[in-house]
């Protein structure tokens, strides 16, 4: 896919995060998100919900269905993938992301601004930190 510019930069990557604004014109809500392995974009999304008529497709399901996507055509094992690759959202997962981000095993997630109606890292419930048994590994929030 893309190579972030920037690299190493939350700033740089955040560049790329906006596609919020392509949700927003395309009337859904304006969410966009990145998933960054090794300084590569290797999944992007954006809030599909509305245009497709399918309320599981947020921003970060749709980047992790990429990344998958990536992982299969550059012949990748997508568990250690996923295990070494960072979020970078531009608002807190609401709580469906956010199990499952978990359940893959993401380390970081990376986000903007607190959503306060769905936040599944913190803001409603914390699935990121919380101790729930068989249900992937926590992750880090910032």
């Known amino acids: 896919m893309d190579t972030a510019e920037n690299k190493g930069t939350d700033a740089g990557i955040f560049h790329f995060a906006f ?3 392509e949700a927003l014109e395309n009337i859904e809500v304006p969410v966009g998100c990145l998933m960054v392995f090794n300084n590569e974009v290797v999944g992007k ?6 245009q497709t008529k399918n309320a599981t497709r947020h921003a970060e399901m749709v980047a992790i269905d990429q990344a998958l996507d990536w992982c299969r055509h550059s012949g990748k094992n ?8 960072v979020l970078y959202v531009t608002v807190e997962p609401c709580i ?13 997630v990376v986000y903007g601004c607190q959503n306060e109606r769905f936040g599944g ?3 409603v419930l914390d699935i990121a930190s919380a ?3 068989n249900t992937g590994r926590p992750f880090r929030v910032t």
Do not use: W, Y
Not at 45 to 50: H, I, L, M
Not at 78 to 85: D, L, R, W
């Open 19 to 21: 596609q919020a604004r």
């Open 78 to 85: 997508s568990s250690e993938v996923f295990e070494h690759t």
């Open 121 to 123: 890292c913190g803001s």
């Open 96 to 108: 469906m992301c956010a199990a499952a981000l978990r359940l893959i095993k993401i380390p970081l």
């Open 45 to 50: 999304g954006r809030n599909e919900v509305n």
């Open 131 to 133: 101790d729930l048994p």
